[in-house]
């Protein structure tokens, strides 16, 4: 906090008032097994549905309810025919990356359940098999083994990837993807009824151009957005410059009445070689 308190007082008074399970990593709670502050659910598919946000009321439903139907079928499709193996790449990427250090961990065994991990940096930590934790509270935080970790479980002759949890497995996430969204046929066929149909909200139009872009929150940067919602630029910093003719900071050289003489005679004045090489 001292550090950041150096670098800005203004953000360490924000997170002061705010308790360190909230953004610290050191205070996560390892139940949800997830290192991650915010995932950006919210963000993803704010992204995908902006083509439906502007539409009637059924017709929106409509759009989403095809949308949803079609991703359920890719991501069962990508895990049947596309994905071997017990993990999809994305964990055996992670857990090959926390297996390449292996070289700076030097494993004590205790016995076969705990582990003493000592690194080539001085540091050290402990490490149990059975319950799956480790000091440093990245196996605990993430769910898959850490550098620590790994380096115990292959002194004891184990394969790291039987300890990573189960919830990243295929079969999990063939079991989260496995339901399906039934077809439906076209509205001329639906059955009548004497219900009222659902209307628009009667609200008056605002002036101006009607934007389908979300509004960006105060903590985050305002630039301009593509039809996707995405960023495309951000705003230019306003820097301060200088004046060509007299080198004043509040003015430009359009509009300087200090410095006398054309441009070209100041430049020299400035740049003596350019007066030299006249000479």
């Not at 139907?69 to 857990?95: S, V």
Request: hydrophobic share 30%; aromatic share 8%.
């Amino acid at each position: 906090m001292q550090e950041m308190r150096d670098m800005s007082a203004a953000a360490a008074d924000w997170f002061a008032n705010k308790h360190p399970s909230e953004w610290s990593k050191s205070h996560f709670s390892e139940r949800p097994t997830c290192d991650m502050l915010l995932n950006n659910v919210c963000e993803s598919f704010n992204s995908c549905i902006l083509e439906a946000r502007d539409k009637p009321i059924i017709s929106m439903l409509e759009w989403l309810r095809q949308w949803m139907m079609t991703r359920f079928q890719e991501c069962r499709d990508r895990a049947h025919e596309k994905w071997k193996g017990k993990y999809p790449p994305k964990i055996r990427h992670i857990l090959a990356t926390n297996m390449e250090t292996l070289g700076s961990c030097i494993p004590i065994k205790s016995n076969n359940r705990f582990y003493q991990i000592d690194c080539f940096d001085g540091s050290q930590y402990a490490v149990d098999l059975e319950l799956r934790t480790c000091s440093c509270r990245s196996w605990g935080l993430s769910g898959i083994p850490c550098t620590h970790a790994c380096s115990a479980i292959l002194h004891q002759k184990l394969e790291p990837g039987d300890f990573v949890c189960e919830c990243y497995s295929l079969e999990t996430y063939k079991k989260v993807y496995a339901p399906h969204i039934m077809p439906i046929s076209d509205a001329n066929e639906w059955a009548h009824t004497l219900f009222i149909p659902p209307m628009p909200p009667s609200f008056g139009r605002k002036a101006g151009r009607p934007t389908n872009a979300r509004k960006p929150g105060h903590d985050e940067l305002e630039g301009k957005r593509n039809r996707k919602g995405r960023f495309v630029s951000l705003k230019r910093k306003q820097t301060d410059f200088k004046c060509r003719k007299c080198r004043g900071s509040d003015h430009s050289s359009r509009t300087c009445t200090e410095a006398g003489g054309d441009l070209v005679n100041q430049k020299m004045q400035i740049n003596p070689k350019v007066q030299e090489g006249r000479n």
